[in-house]
T-cell receptor, first 118, second 113 residues
Framework: AQTVTQSQPEMSVQEAETVTLSCTYD???????LFWYKQPPSRQMILVIR??????QNATENRFSVNFQKAAKSFSLKISDSQLGDAAMYFC???????????????FGKGTLLTVNP | DAGITQSPRYKITETGRQVTLMCHQT?????MFWYRQDLGHGLRLIYY???????DKGEVPDGYVVSRSKTENFPLTLESATRSQTSVYFC????????????FGQGTRLTVV
């Protein structure tokens, strides 16, 4: 079974600074997808960024980027120019790439609570 | 309204009572999921469904029952609620495609007293 580990229960960053959230995963599959979700105090789960395992290029979305190291099974999220609105719980998630398979579900890490200090 | 909606948003129930959490999506997504969120555990999968009338257990299915007679609905029933089932419950749906993004409902905060 796939597992996702987020080793940082809490992180803090100064406004306008850069912060990196760590995520590692364990899988025997070669085709899969990785995600970072943001959960603000409103409780809504918001997709931040997605990475396809077959792509070597790291995904970026505005101030959010990932460092995907397939061999090391590492998938960190970098937030640049941190803003107060970035304060949230961040979850790393894994999903198989096999459409229709019984494992076609998201497996989540335990989350990292990010605080942004003004 | 288009999207995925859960009801109720908040629920307080007594130990031993049966309670059903509702989930409805308007996209005709094939996959639907139920997760529970607890401090220190992240989101854990309870049950999921690949299509109408097809359901499967997730990581923590004990004490829960699901059904999916229609593609758009995926109710979760706690047959006899226990205090350990106090949690925030999320329903999600996803397309049956490689790049299918999972969309989440707003969550239901359930308290069992």
């Amino acid at each position: 079974a796939q597992t996702v580990t987020q080793s940082q229960p809490e992180m803090s960053v100064q406004e306008a600074e850069t912060v990196t959230l760590s995520c590692t995963y364990d899988t025997s599959e070669s085709d899969y997808y990785l995600f970072w979700y943001k959960q603000p105090p409103s409780r809504q789960m918001i997709l931040v960024i997605r990475q396809e395992a077959y792509k070597q290029q790291n995904a970026t979305e505005n101030r959010f980027s990932v460092n995907f190291q397939k061999a090391a099974k590492s998938f960190s999220l970098k937030i640049s120019d941190s803003q107060l609105g970035d304060a949230a719980m961040y979850f790393c998630a894994y999903r198989t790439g096999s459409v229709g398979g019984s494992n076609y579900k998201l497996t989540f890490g335990k989350g990292t609570l990010l605080t942004v200090n003004p | 309204d288009a999207g995925i909606t859960q009801s109720p948003r908040y629920k307080i129930t007594e130990t031993g009572r049966q309670v059903t959490l509702m989930c409805h999506q308007t996209w005709s997504h094939s996959y639907m999921f139920w997760y529970r969120q607890d401090l220190g555990h992240g989101l854990r999968l309870i049950y999921y469904s690949a299509a109408a009338d097809i359901t499967d257990k997730g990581e923590v299915p004990d004490g829960y029952v699901v059904s999916r007679s229609k593609t758009e609905n995926f109710p979760l029933t706690l047959e006899s609620a226990t205090r350990s089932q106090t949690s925030v419950y999320f329903c999600a749906s996803s397309e049956d495609s490689q790049t299918g993004e999972a969309f989440f409902g707003q969550g239901t905060r359930l308290t069992v007293v």
